[in-house]
Structures are given as C-alpha cells and as structure tokens.
C-alpha cells in the first residue's frame, strides 16, 4: 500500500472515531438520570420520557422545558441516533476537501451543518408541540394516547410513501451528492455546506418519522430509541437496508392502532 493509502486509511479511522465519540456522549447524556437532556419536557404532542418533569403525574402539559432547552434535546438525539450514519458523506468529504489548506474544519463544518439542519427540523416539531399544548393545556392521558396514535399513524404511513423511499435511496448514495454539489468553483467552505446541507436534507426526508416514533414512545423511550437507531442505521449502510423499511413502517403501524384502539399497557405512550 502507498503512503497516500496508508495516511487515508488513518485518517478514515480518526474520522469514525471522532464521530463514534461524539455519539457515545449523546446516548450517554439521554441516559444520564442527571443530565439536562434527559430531564426535560420531550417536544412531542403529550408523552415524555421516565424521569423528567411530569412522569410522576404531577402534570401534563405545563410549561415544560425551555424552547431552548427542547432544541438541545433534540441535537443530542441527533448527535446520538444520526451522525454514525453520515459517516460515508463524511469520508467522502474528506477525499473533497483533502487538498484544502484546513480539511479538519472543513470537516467540522460539515458535521455542524449537518446537525444545524436535522435541528430546523426538530425547530418544527418543537413549534408543533407547542401549538398542541396552547390548543390543549388540560390534556388528560386519553387524549394524550389519541394524539400519540396519530402521530404514529402518520409516522408509519409516511415511511411507505414515494417520497420517504426516494429520500433513503437518495441517502444511501453519498457520492450522488458530491457529484450533483461539488462544483469547484465556490470557496470549500461554500462547497461543504452545500454538500452536507442536501444530504442532511435527504436524510431528514428518509428519517424524521423514526425520529418521531422515539420521541413519541414514552416509558420505553430509550430502548426505542436504541432500537430505531440500529434500524435507521442498517437502512442505508447494509446492502439491503431498504428491506427493513416496509416491516419497520408495519411495526410504527400496527403500534399506532394498539394506542388508537386502547390496547396499549398503561404508560408506554402516557405517563
């Protein structure tokens, strides 16, 4: 092997490092008993998770968390659940941006840009949340389970859609977007948001409703969150990850009508 190989192959090991890093410190944050993520109102229509302000019934749907606060949470997730993934746009940013005169931040800007659009998304379910709370600040665990089902539902029809499985293809094939947004002609800087920005976009496209399923889900949240990461994971890194996608879509499905029909044990979507 050349010394070019060799330092590549180094330097895809520090990269996957880093980013395995920084997910261990989310998922060590969202289980955290102490942590502030782990103890805020979850931006969702009614559940939260075990250990945060209104587990213990005390209320629902008071003010909660901050915005801010919720965002935070949000990112962590992010951090947590989607960054391993966007480890094969990552390394080929790195090819990209080799000859740049600082490829390290130029990599650090991408993996921000990347976590900067997956938070505007999250902006979105935050605000919804929030509109759902001032629409109902009397939620009682019946309308709470109604809501979450929906959410499910909804959730569950939008991973079988055109669009859903055009985004996970789209995702699947990070080299499609170095070639359709990597001009050359723009400042590198320029050229990474660009890049990082559409791929966190398809992949905000492919993802958000298991996203929304594991914020929703509120006594099993962090296994369900585990669970789903694994999924999402293999859904664009296997060979044939888009296999998983129907099942996982019937799995959200069928969970959605256990809460609609009252099926559910007590607790798992209220709290």
């Known amino acids: 092997m050349s010394a070019p190989a060799r330092a590549r192959t180094v330097d ?41 302000p209104g587990h213990d019934g005390a209320h629902h749907g008071g003010s909660g968390a901050s915005f801010g606060t919720e965002i935070g949470a949000w990112v962590v997730m992010v951090v947590a659940m989607m960054l391993p993934p966007a480890l094969p746009l990552l390394r080929t940013l790195s090819r990209l941006v080799a000859r740049s005169p600082r490829p390290t931040l130029l990599l650090a800007l991408g993996m921000v840009v990347f976590v900067g659009v997956w938070a505007l998304a999250g902006a979105v379910l935050v605000g919804a949340a929030a509109v759902w709370r001032a629409l109902d600040p009397f939620r009682t665990p019946a309308t709470t389970e109604l809501a979450a089902g929906l959410v499910l539902a909804v959730a569950g029809a ?24 990597w001009r050359g002609v723009r400042p590198p800087w320029q050229e990474t948001a660009r890049l990082t920005g559409a791929y966190a976009a398809s992949c905000v496209g492919c993802c958000w ?25 293999a859904q664009r890194l296997l060979p044939h990850g888009r296999r998983l996608v129907t099942p996982t879509a019937v799995a959200t499905l069928v969970l959605a009508a256990a809460a609609l029909l009252g099926l559910l044990p007590p607790g798992v979507l209220t709290v």
């Not at 859609?161 to 080299?175: G, N």
């Not at 996203?211 to 969150?225: I, K, N």
């Open 158 to 181: 939008y991973q079988l859609s055109p669009l859903a499985r055009r985004c996970l293809r789209a995702c699947r094939t990070p080299r499609s977007f170095a070639v359709a947004y």
């Open 209 to 233: 409703a298991l996203m929304v399923v594991s914020l929703v889900v509120g006594v099993a949240a962090l296994p369900v969150m585990v669970v789903l990461a694994v999924v999402m994971t």
């Open 12 to 52: 895809d090991r520090l990269l996957a490092g880093v980013v395995l890093a920084l997910a261990a410190l989310g998922w060590l944050a969202l289980a955290w008993p102490g942590s502030p993520v782990a103890h805020h109102e979850v931006p969702t229509t009614g559940p939260v998770m075990p250990g945060m």
